[in-house]
C-alpha cells in the first residue's frame, strides 16, 4: 500500500524565511526580502537541478507557503517537490484539523498534492498521526514525514502507520555542528539502518554559522535569531574561521563547507537560501571533500564552544 521510495536529494531548501513580512524588526529573521529576489533565488535552484522546498503553515502564518506558490508557479509541477507541515499547536477545531490544514496549504501553495507532509512535532503522537492515513490513500499526500521527534516518537509514529501499511518515509531535526542531539541520541543511525531519509535543518544555524555575521556586524537586531545568536557569535569564530579556511582550499565558503560536513555525515540539509548566490554555495557544497580529519577537527572546535543551539521549541533528544 506505500507508495515508492522517496527519494532525497542532495539538498533541499527551506523556506521558512521567507515568511517574513520584510519590514525591520517584524519578523523571525529581520530578513527584507523581496519576491523580486526570491523568484530569483528559485531561478537558480531550479537551474542548477534542487528542487526540493521546506515550508510550514506556521512560517509567517501563511506567509511563507503564498510567496513559494508564487515563485515557483512558472515551473511545471513535475519538476520540483514540495513539503510542508502540519503543526499541531496551530490546529483548528474540526472534525479533522490535519486534513483542514493540509487544504489550505495546497490552496497557498496552488497545488493539488504534497509531496512530503510533515507531522511538525510530536505534540501527541497517537492523536495526529492516524489523521496521515487518509491523506495518503487520497493521493493528496505523497509521502509522510515526522519532524522534531525522538528515537521511541519515531518509532510509535512508525508503528501506527505500520498498521495501515505506511510507514515514516523521512525524518526532520535540527542537526549542525553546533547541534548533533539526533547523532548522539541514535537517530541518524537507526535512518541508516531502516534506509529512511534523514533531514538535517538549520545545518547554518540561522546564518550564525555562515561566517557573514560577527560582533561588529551582527544578526539582524530586533529579530528572534539575532537574540539567539548575537551572544554567542565571539564563542563561534574559531570555528567559523576553521570552516573559511577549509573552504578556501576547495574554491568554496564556510556556510558551503558546513552544508557539506552535513551532507557527509548522510544527512540531507534543508538550506534557508534567502539570496540567489546562496545556491551557488549549495552547487559548491555539493561536491566539497572533507577529510575524516577535517570532520573530526570542525567537530571538536564546535563542541569547543560550549554553546547550546536547540530551539525553544525543541524538547531534548536524550529521552
Ligand atoms: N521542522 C522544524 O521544526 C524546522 C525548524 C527550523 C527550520 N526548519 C526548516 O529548515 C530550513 C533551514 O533552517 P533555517 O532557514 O531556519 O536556517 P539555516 O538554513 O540554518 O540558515 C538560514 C540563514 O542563513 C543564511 N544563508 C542561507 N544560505 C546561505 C548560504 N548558502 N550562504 C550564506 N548564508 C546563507 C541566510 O541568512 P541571511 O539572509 O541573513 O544571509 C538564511 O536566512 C528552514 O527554512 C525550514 O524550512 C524546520
Given amino acids: 500500500m506505500a507508495t515508492n521510495n522517496l527519494k532525497a536529494p542532495a539538498v533541499a531548501l527551506g ?13 523571525y529573521f529581520g530578513s527584507s526580502l523581496n519576491q523580486a529576489e526570491l523568484k530569483n533565488v528559485a531561478d537558480n535552484a531550479h537551474a542548477a537541478g534542487f528542487g526540493l522546498w521546506d515550508t510550514a503553515m506556521v512560517y509567517g502564518m501563511g506567509r511563507s507557503e503564498t510567496v513559494l506558490g508564487q515563485v515557483l508557479k512558472r515551473f511545471a509541477r513535475s519538476d520540483y517537490q514540495l513539503s510542508t507541515k502540519f503543526t499541531p499547536q496551530a490546529a483548528g477545531t474540526g472534525d479533522d484539523p490535519v486534513a483542514d490544514m493540509l487544504e489550505q496549504s495546497l490552496s497557498r501553495l496552488g497545488t493539488d498534492y ?6 511538525h ?4 503522537v497517537a492523536r495526529w498521526t492516524p489523521h496521515l492515513i487518509p491523506l495518503l490513500k487520497s493521493g493528496k499526500v505523497k509521502h509522510v514525514g515526522v519532524s ?4 521511541s516518537e519515531i518509532e510509535f509514529a512508525n508503528q501506527i502507520l505500520g498498521e495501515a501499511g505506511y510507514r515514516v518515509e523521512a525524518i526532520q531535526n535540527h542537526y549542525s555542528l553546533l547541534y548533533r542531539a539526533s547523532e548522539h541520541a541514535g537517530i541518524l543511525d537507526y535512518c541508516r539502518k531502516a534506509g529512511i531519509p534523514f533531514f538535517a535543518y538549520m545545518v547554518l544555524e540561522q546564518g550564525a554559522l555562515s561566517g557573514k555575521y560577527n560582533a561588529e556586524n551582527p544578526l539582524p ?14 564563542q563561534l569564530k574559531t570555528l567559523t574561521d576553521k570552516l573559511a579556511s577549509i573552504g578556501q582550499q576547495q574554491g568554496a565558503a564556510a556556510p558551503d563547507v558546513a552544508t557539506a ?11 534557508g537560501a534567502t539570496r540567489p548566490n546562496h545556491v551557488d554555495g549549495l552547487v559548491r557544497a555539493c561536491s566539497i571533500t572533507l577529510s ?20 525553544w521549541w525543541e524538547r531534548e533528544m536524550l529521552v
Fill in 15 to 27: 523556506t521558512w524565511a521567507w515568511g517574513d513580512s520584510g519590514e525591520t524588526g517584524n519578523g
Fill in 114 to 119: 504534497i509531496d512530503l507532509y510533515w507531522i
Fill in 121 to 124: 512535532n510530536p505534540a501527541d
Fill in 148 to 151: 522534531n521527534h525522538n528515537l
Fill in 221 to 234: 537586531r530586533g529579530s528572534n535569531r539575532a537574540e539567539t545568536y548575537n551572544g554567542m557569535l565571539p
Fill in 261 to 271: 560536513w552535513a551532507i557527509a555525515k548522510g544527512t540531507t540539509p534543508i538550506i
Fill in 292 to 311: 575524516s580529519d577535517d570532520i573530526a577537527e570542525l567537530e571538536g572546535l564546535a563542541d569547543a564552544t560550549g554553546v547550546n543551539t536547540r530551539g
